[in-house]
């Protein structure tokens, strides 16, 4: 009896290697939200904006439409990056919404901008001692980087990191933006940015994958190691499987002596 336990319990450790040894990585089912060393942090006015529910996507350059789903351009931009390397997203959010009209938004920019005003930021668990890579994206504002995203360096340190900026703009370019990043978050490597005119974010995604090439950053196989209990009659055991999950879980088989 003790041996066809025994020869029970290595067919079924067999089978679950197999088994989770074949499973489809995550990264091509849900945008690369495995996690991994790399964090993907922007700033976009969706989300930071209280547009009406019935807003028109068509009438503002900031936002995509995507089916029945409202995106901040740079969010967008920001879910291709980690649809490509895997890590975790963060947005930026204020504490205070901004202005839904772009006027009254350009005012309060050059405002905040001219008073080095940094606004004040919604609480979050964030931990950067977790991550080794730091994207950062923005939209240009005024040729250069929303304060929102000057609170952010200042409130998270990426001394020693590799950072990379992305932004999204009007036609103008990234401006002075990628060396007011690499200024402002003493990173340790600052990598070539990538500007995406915000009416082609919506198809941008071979741009991106051809930048993320061109700085060496590719996609990212994170193994984690998922715990399983065995138990066959009186006979357990425990067994780590390095897979591409992103949960730890324990599996019990028991058989009846």
Request: with cysteine.
């Amino acid at each position: 009896m003790k041996r066809m336990q025994s020869a029970l319990l290595v067919f079924c450790m067999l089978f679950l290697l197999t088994a989770w040894g074949s499973e489809a990585n995550p990264l091509q089912e849900n945008g690369g939200q495995a996690s991994n060393n790399t964090l993907i942090v922007y700033f976009s006015r969706w989300g930071n904006t209280e547009y009406p529910a019935d807003v028109d996507a068509t009438t503002s350059a900031s936002i995509v439409a995507d089916g029945n789903l409202r995106y901040g351009t740079t969010e967008y931009i920001a879910n291709m990056i980690a649809g490509k390397v895997g890590g975790d997203l963060h947005r930026i959010e204020t504490v205070t919404s901004y202005t839904t009209d772009f006027d009254e938004l350009r005012d309060v920019n050059h405002d905040e901008m001219n008073r080095n005003d940094l606004p004040k930021l919604k609480t979050s668990d964030l931990d950067l001692s977790a991550y080794d890579t730091v994207f950062v994206g923005y939209p240009v504002w005024a040729t250069g980087v929303p304060q929102a995203v000057m609170s952010f360096l200042k409130d998270y340190d990426l001394t020693g990191k590799t950072v990379i900026p992305f932004c999204t703009h009007d036609g103008y370019g990234a401006g002075s933006s990628y060396q007011t990043i690499a200024k402002a978050s003493h990173a340790a490597v600052s990598l070539k940015g990538i500007a995406i005119e915000a009416q082609d974010a919506p198809n941008a995604q071979d741009t991106i994958d051809a930048w993320l090439t061109e700085i060496g950053i590719s996609e990212t196989n994170t193994q984690t190691e998922t715990a399983i209990k065995i138990t066959i009659g009186r006979v357990t055991s425990d067994l780590s499987v390095f897979d591409n999950l992103d949960s730890r879980e324990e599996i019990t088989f028991s058989l009846a002596e």
